[in-house]
């Protein structure tokens, strides 16, 4: 299964049963996010350039066995695009001074030339299998970029309390879900002589026993 945009899925529970619901309000606020409605003091260009920007940046997949749900997860790509856009919005939010926004943005363009980071949000029927962060996790990430080459995480990092920080500039979490930092090691430039990197689509694969599914983002032209 793979998606190359932000999709919406059917909002209308198969049954009543508590998990249901929770996942159709999981749904609805994520459907909410998407068409604009959840964006939160949006009073300026800068709110409406970051929901644009994370819009753009953002994917999500359903992954099923058997025909029931047992993962959501929507993924959020810190390309220097979104980054640059994040410091806009937060410097506005904090009406931080130049200096301050520079110093900021000088920290985004560090960590984006050696990282592919991203903010992960996770949905999971049931509680125990939203694990992303644990060692035997029964969920495995890969990223994959245009060649093909995979790695895996650097490290992953759950974040057990979003501070309204993180609900404000990620509205598609909701109480339900749980949000991950994840980090990869860029793959190193090319050097002279060597084989140009390929450009093309970087895909962020979720494997595990109870299902797969794979998000792609089409990276021709971006930063």
């Known amino acids: 299964m793979k998606t190359t945009g932000v999709k919406l899925f059917p909002l209308i529970p198969s049954n009543h049963s508590r998990k249901n619901l929770i996942f159709f309000i999981f749904s609805l606020s994520f459907f909410l996010f998407v068409s604009g409605c959840?964006?939160?003091?949006?009073?300026?260009?800068?709110?409406?350039?970051?929901?644009?920007?994370?819009?753009?940046?953002?994917?999500?997949i359903k992954v099923f066995q058997d025909f029931s749900t047992r993962l959501y997860l929507s993924a959020t790509y810190k390309t220097m695009d979104f980054r640059a856009s994040y410091v806009e919005r937060y410097s506005a939010a904090y009406q931080?001074?130049?200096?301050?926004?520079?110093?900021?943005?000088?920290?985004?363009?560090?960590?984006?030339?050696?990282?592919?980071?991203?903010?992960?949000?996770?949905?999971?029927?049931?509680?125990?299998?939203?694990?992303?962060?644990?060692k035997d996790s029964i969920w495995r990430l890969f990223l994959e970029d245009a060649s093909g080459v995979k790695s895996g995480p650097a490290f992953i990092t759950r974040l057990s309390r979003a501070s309204p920080?993180?609900?404000?500039?990620?509205?598609?979490l909701d109480e339900w879900s749980v949000a991950y930092e994840v980090r990869f090691l860029k793959q190193p430039r090319a050097e002279d002589g060597d084989e140009p990197r390929a450009i093309g689509p970087v895909r962020l694969k979720v494997t595990g026993v109870l299902g797969k599914g794979e998000l792609v983002w089409d990276m021709q032209g971006a930063r």
């Open 96 to 134: 931080a001074d130049e200096e301050a926004r520079l110093k900021l943005l000088e920290k985004e363009e560090e960590e984006a030339l050696k990282f592919d980071d991203f903010f992960v949000v996770v949905y999971t029927p049931e509680k125990q299998w939203n694990d992303l962060d644990k």
């Open 38 to 60: 959840s964006v939160k003091n949006a009073s300026g260009d800068a709110d409406e350039a970051y929901i644009k920007r994370l819009y753009d940046w953002t994917r999500s």
């Open 165 to 172: 920080l993180e609900r404000e500039f990620y509205p598609h």
